[in-house]
């Protein structure tokens, strides 16, 4: 079965470095997402992308945070300057053209110290 | 605002017992959907039940099925007969037409052998 998959695994970073998480969707899907969850809380909605741009984005995703996708396999988000409050699981996802059911990836686990 | 909310943050059911987890949201439109996705501690999410709202019988997927209240905006989830591998964090979801899934803040379930 077609899967969601997310590198690296764990990603440890100084505070003020620029972090690049790749996620490569299912390969018919459409549309990719950007989630995170802050240990212990709920997940939260980053961004959504679809035919090249951004179609949503929460008031989470400023202006130090991109997304791209370089190729037509690869899905990154990239966090420009991160702050200590930025260490959380991350979380792509992707959905075929209906849109109604999301297929999550393992998660890059993010450490900013 | 879109609001999920799950009110049972740790439960805990005997191996092949029922157990229900709670949830509730809001929402103005009148097509949605409705999922539940477990999160076992391997950490990948993975869908387990959805609901759309224009069907007024509850969806079943074997030991899983939901009660469905739209009138009430809350969505259950029933395990049957559960099994020490139902043991995860439990996420309701719901997503209205566009591209952004609310997520609840989670329910810890424990299954006791």
């Known amino acids: 079965e077609p899967e969601v998959t997310q590198t690296p695994s764990h990603q440890v970073t100084q505070m003020g470095q620029e972090v690049i998480l790749r996620c490569v969707p299912i390969?018919?899907?459409?549309?990719f997402y950007w989630y995170r969850q802050i240990l212990g809380q709920k997940v939260e909605f980053l961004v959504s992308?679809?035919?090249?741009?951004?179609?949503?984005k929460s008031e989470i995703f400023d202006d130090q945070f991109s997304v791209e996708r370089p190729d037509g396999s690869n899905f990154t988000l990239k966090i420009r300057s991160t702050k200590l409050e930025d260490s959380a699981m991350y979380f792509c996802?992707?959905?075929?053209?209906?849109?109604?059911?999301?297929?999550f990836g393992p998660g890059t686990r993010l450490t900013v110290t | 605002a879109q609001t999920v909310t799950q009110s049972q943050p740790e439960m805990s059911v005997q191996e092949a017992e029922t157990v229900t987890l709670s949830c509730t949201y809001d929402?103005?439109?009148?097509?949605?959907?409705l999922f539940w996705y477990k999160q076992p501690p391997s950490r990948q999410m993975i869908l387990v039940i959805r609901?759309?709202?224009?069907?007024?019988q509850n969806a079943t997927e074997n030991r899983f099925s939901v009660n469905f209240q739209k009138a009430a905006k809350s969505f259950s989830l029933k395990i049957s007969d559960s099994q020490l591998g139902d043991t995860a964090m439990y996420f309701c979801?719901?997503?209205?037409?566009?591209?952004?899934?609310?997520f609840g803040t989670g329910t810890s379930l424990t299954v006791i052998p």
């Open positions: 996802a992707s959905t075929g053209a209906y849109k109604d059911e999301q297929y």
């Open positions: 979801a719901q997503k209205n037409t566009g591209n952004q899934f609310y």
């Open positions: 390969s018919n899907h459409l549309y």
């Open positions: 992308f679809y035919n090249n741009e951004i179609s949503e």
């Open positions: 929402t103005s439109e009148n097509n949605y959907y």
């Open positions: 609901q759309e709202a224009y069907k007024q």
